[in-house]
C-alpha cells in the first residue's frame, strides 16, 4: 500500500483554553495533595501483565520494533501476513463524526478476510478532540460508532481485543457544548475533558463494546514517576501517571476489572539539541511555540521511557499494552522534517537510532499474556452411587475465560481411569459448563478414580491453560445418596439488569430408600438468594430468588448447603450458587465464526 499521505495530529494539548477545573471534574478524581514524584521501585514478583508497543508509522517497522524486544505493533494497515510468534498487531481503524457505518465495514474486512493477523482493534483516535473527530467533541456520537464497530468484530474475529479510542489528554476544560440534543460539560467544543469524556462512556454503558479502554498518557516536561495530584501538575495531571486517574474513575463505574491500554505516550525532543540547521522552532512557531515547555533531550526522553516502563510493570496491574509513539514517523518523507511527530520518534531522519532505542531494549520484559486463557472449577468432583442404580450422583463444572477479553470454544471427554465418567454438554462456549455423572451399576462398593479432560480451542488461534484434566472419584455404597440436578444454581444477568430473577434445583435421592431436607444459604457469600421452600422431600425442587439490581459486571458466588436425614450419603451437600452479570454474551457469535469457511483458513 501507498505511504498514507495524511496521518493524524495527535497530542493536541489546550493550554491556552484551560481554566481551573470544571466543578463536575472535581468528583472524578481526589484532590490535589503533597507531592510525591514516586521513584522507580526495586521490581517484585508479579503476574506479567504488559504488552510492549511501537506506533509504526504505514509501512511498518516489524524487524526493529522486535530487535528491541517488543511485541506489539500498532499501525494503520492490516499485515501482509501473520506477524512471527510472539509478536501482536494493534490495528487502528478510523472513525470521526461523519464515518458511516460502511466505511467502518471497509476498514474492518481486510481483518476478517485474513484472520489472525490483526490480535487487537482500536476504534478511532483522540474523539476528545475537535481535529480527529471532525466536529465537536460527541461522546453520544462516538459511542454509535464503538457499538457500531465492536458488533462487527464480535461476529468477524471474536477472539480479538477491542479497544477504544485512545482519548487525548487535555486537561480540566472549561464551558459547555451542545451537540445534537446532547449538552457535555468540560467542552469547549474544540476539546472535551478526558476525564468527563470517560466517565460520560462509562455511565453510558461504552464498558459493553470495549475489552480495554484507549488513553493517551504522555509525559510532557516531567518525569514518569510524578504523581498527577503534585501541586505543580494538579489538576490538568499533565502526566505519565494520569492514566491512575482514568483507571479510579472506570472503578467507580464498576469497570476496574478491564485493563487500560496506553495506546500512544512519549516525550518530545528538543529540535534544536539534534537539528539545529533546520531552525524548527523559529521558522515552524505553528507547530513548536506551544510545545516549548515539554521539550527534552534525547537522554531524558531514553530514561523517561525506561523508567515508564519498569513503573508501569511493576504498579498498574491493570495496564495491558503501553504503545510507544513513536518508532519511525521520523523517517516519513511526507512528512516536513520539522513536523513535531519527527521529534517523538525513537529513530532520527536519517533512521540513526537516537538513544531510547538502546534504553528500551536494555529494560526488563516481562510479557503479559493476551490470549483467552482457560479455567474449569472445581478442579476436581466426588460422586457417589449405589451399585444397583443406573445413574450416580451429579457434579457442576464452570469452564471460564480468566482474561477480560477474548473468548472459546471448549470440549470435555473422558479420560483414563477404572470408570468412564459423562460430560454433559460435551462442548460449549467459555462461561458455560457441564455436568458429570456416570453409572455405578455392578462396580464393586468402595472409591475409584476417573477423569475428564477439558480442551479449549479458537479458530486459528491460541487459548492459554489448555488441555486441563479434571479428576473424578466415584465413592460406590449402598444406603441413600443425596443429590442435586443440575449441580449449580446458576443465574445470567446482562450489565444494568434490575428485579428478580429465579432459578432451581431439584433435590435426588441416588441410593435406595428416601429421606428429608432441609436447605439454607451459608453465610459470607456474595449474594443471598431467598429459597422456598426450606425443605422437603427426595425428588421435589428447591428454587431461589435472587434480585440482580445494581450489579456490576463479574460472578459472584455463595453456597448453598442442602442437609438429608436417615444418614443419607452425601449429606450435607454443599451446591455452587454463581450469578455471572455480563456486558456481553459471547456464545451468540461463535457459532458464526465455526461455520464460516473463510475463518477456517491458516491465519
Known amino acids: 500500500m501507498a505511504p498514507r499521505t495524511h496521518l493524524p495530529r495527535l497530542l493536541l494539548v489546550f493550554s491556552m483554553l484551560l481554566v481551573p477545573t470544571h466543578p463536575a471534574a472535581r468528583s472524578l478524581a481526589r484532590g490535589p495533595r503533597a507531592s510525591h514524584p514516586a521513584p522507580v521501585a526495586p521490581r517484585t514478583p508479579h503476574s506479567a501483565h504488559l504488552g510492549y508497543g511501537v506506533n509504526t508509522n504505514s509501512s ?42 460502511a466505511e467502518i465495514d471497509a476498514q474492518l474486512q481486510p481483518a476478517f478476510d485474513h484472520p489472525g493477523r490483526v490480535d487487537a482493534y482500536e476504534i478511532g483516535n483522540e474523539p476528545n478532540t475537535d481535529s480527529e473527530w471532525q466536529g465537536p467533541p460527541d461522546p453520544n456520537g462516538y459511542l454509535a460508532k464503538l457499538q457500531y464497530a465492536a458488533g462487527r468484530i464480535r461476529q468477524g474475529d471474536p477472539t480479538a481485543v477491542i479497544v477504544s479510542a485512545g482519548l487525548a489528554p487535555v486537561g480540566r476544560i472549561q464551558g459547555q457544548c451542545t451537540v445534537g440534543s446532547i449538552t457535555y460539560n468540560g467542552n469547549n467544543c ?56 482514568i483507571h479510579d474513575i472506570m472503578v467507580q463505574h464498576g469497570l476496574g476489572y478491564k485493563q487500560i491500554w496506553t495506546t500512544e505516550f512519549g516525550w518530545l525532543i528538543d529540535p534544536d539539541l539534534v ?25 531524558t ?23 510507544v509513539f513513536n518508532l519511525n514517523f521520523a523517517e516519513a518523507p511526507w512528512h516536513d522534517d520539522c513536523e513535531p511527530m519527527k521529534y517523538f520518534s525513537l529513530y532520527d531522519l536519517d533512521g540513526t537510532p537516537r538513544p531510547a532505542v538502546a534504553a528500551l531494549t536494555a529494560i526488563t ?16 468432583v466426588t460422586l457417589q452411587g449405589d451399585p444397583d442404580e443406573d445413574l450416580s450422583t451429579s457434579a457442576a463444572v464452570l469452564v471460564t475465560n480468566t482474561q477480560p477479553f477474548g473468548t472459546f470454544l471448549w470440549s470435555a471427554a473422558p479420560g483414563p481411569g477404572a470408570f468412564t465418567p459423562v460430560a454433559s454438554p460435551a462442548s460449549g462456549v467459555a462461561g458455560g459448563g457441564f455436568s458429570v455423572w456416570t453409572s455405578p451399576r455392578g462396580l464393586p462398593l468402595g472409591t475409584h478414580s476417573g477423569a475428564v479432560t477439558v480442551t479449549a480451542s479458537l479458530v486459528g488461534g491460541q487459548v492459554a491453560n489448555t488441555p486441563q484434566v479434571l479428576t473424578v472419584t466415584l465413592v460406590v455404597a449402598e444406603h441413600e445418596i443425596l443429590a442435586a440436578e443440575p449441580g449449580v444454581m446458576a443465574y445470567v444477568a446482562p450489565l444494568g439488569a434490575t428485579g428478580l430473577v429465579t432459578s432451581g434445583v431439584n433435590i435426588v435421592n441416588r441410593g435406595a430408600g428416601t429421606f428429608d431436607w432441609t436447605a439454607q444459604i451459608l453465610p459470607g457469600g456474595q449474594i443471598t438468594p431467598a429459597l ?39 449429606s450435607p451437600l454443599d451446591v455452587p450458587v454463581r450469578l455471572a452479570v455480563t456486558p456481553v454474551v459471547y456464545r451468540v457469535y461463535l457459532p458464526v465464526l465455526v461455520r464460516s469457511p473463510a475463518l477456517r483458513a491458516d491465519r
Not at 487502528?92 to 463524526?97: E, N
Not at 531552525?279 to 513548536?288: A, L, N, S, V
Not at 526522553?301 to 516502563?309: F, P
Not at 439490581?549 to 450419603?569: D, P, S
Request: proline share 8%; hydrophobic share 40%; net charge negative.
Open 365 to 380: 520484559k516481562q510479557y503479559g499474556d493476551f490470549r483467552p486463557a482457560m479455567a474449569v472449577a472445581p478442579p476436581a
Open 532 to 570: 422456598a421452600p426450606a425443605g422437603g422431600h427426595a425428588g421435589e425442587s428447591l428454587w431461589g430468588t435472587l434480585d440482580v439490581t445494581g450489579f456490576a459486571a463479574g460472578l459472584y458466588t455463595t453456597t448453598l448447603r442442602i442437609t438429608a436425614n436417615h444418614g443419607a450419603q452425601g
Open 60 to 101: 511498518g517497522d516489524y524487524a526493529r520494533t522486535w530487535a528491541m524486544g517488543f511485541n506489539w505493533v500498532k499501525s494503520f494497515d492490516v499485515p501482509a501476513a501473520r506477524l512471527p510468534e510472539p509478536m501482536k498487531f494493534l490495528y487502528r481503524i478510523s472513525v470521526h463524526a461523519g464515518t458511516t457505518p
Open 190 to 245: 474544540s476539546g472535551m475533558d478526558d476525564q468527563l469524556y470517560a466517565a460520560w462512556l462509562f455511565e453510558h454503558g461504552a464498558g459493553a463494546y470495549f475489552d480495554a479502554f484507549g488513553y493517551h498518557n504522555y509525559g510532557f516536561a516531567y518525569p514518569p514517576g510524578l504523581d498527577p495530584h503534585d501541586p505543580q501538575v494538579w489538576p490538568n495531571a499533565f502526566v505519565f501517571r494520569s492514566a491512575e486517574l
Open 275 to 299: 537539528h539545529p540547521e533546520l531552525h524548527c522552532k523559529t521558522d515552524h512557531p505553528e507547530w513548536w511555540t506551544s510545545r516549548l515547555w515539554y521539550l527534552v533531550s534525547p537522554a
Open 301 to 323: 526522553q531514553a530514561q523517561y521511557l525506561a523508567d515508564a516502563y519498569v513503573y508501569a510493570d511493576t504498579n498498574w496491574p491493570w495496564m495491558g499494552a503501553l504503545v
